[in-house]
């Protein structure tokens, strides 16, 4: 398992934007791909975005796609998720997660951070 951090969250209006980031406390980070999932109360956990280890592969949940964008820097273990023109329904806790080979099922992924959270308001 990797030790996560998350941070950034916070409140912001409507059509403004965050950006969370995502620090791992492992030497192997560049071959564990990553993820933010979110999860409101009483809902599943959904993965919004992740990335891969490797080729950087990205996956988006289509109600954020062309609005959030995941990245990666391999050098400093981090991985960050920028969101733009941010939504009401975007008010989450948001999760980094992390697992080796690739893939976007939650019960996947074995390493987990606190959670950060996301409000939006309109």
């Known amino acids: 398992q990797v030790q996560l951090v998350e941070s950034g969250g916070g409140s912001v209006q409507s059509g403004g934007s965050l950006r969370l980031s995502c620090a791992a406390s492992?030497?192997?980070?560049?071959?564990?791909?990553m993820a933010w999932f979110r999860q409101a109360p009483g809902k599943e956990r959904e993965c919004v975005t992740a990335?891969?280890?490797?080729?950087?592969?990205?996956y988006y949940a289509e109600s954020v796609k062309c609005r959030f964008t995941i990245s990666r820097d391999n050098g400093k273990n981090t991985v960050y998720l920028q969101m733009n023109s941010l939504k009401p329904e975007d008010t989450d806790v948001y999760y980094c997660?992390?697992?080796?080979?690739?893939?976007?099922?939650?019960?996947?992924?074995?390493?987990w951070g606190q959670g950060t959270q996301v409000t939006v308001s309109s």
């Open positions: 492992v030497q192997t980070f560049g071959s564990y791909t």
């Open positions: 990335i891969s280890p490797k080729d950087y592969t990205v």
């Open positions: 997660a992390g697992r080796r080979g690739w893939g976007t099922v939650g019960v996947e992924f074995n390493s």
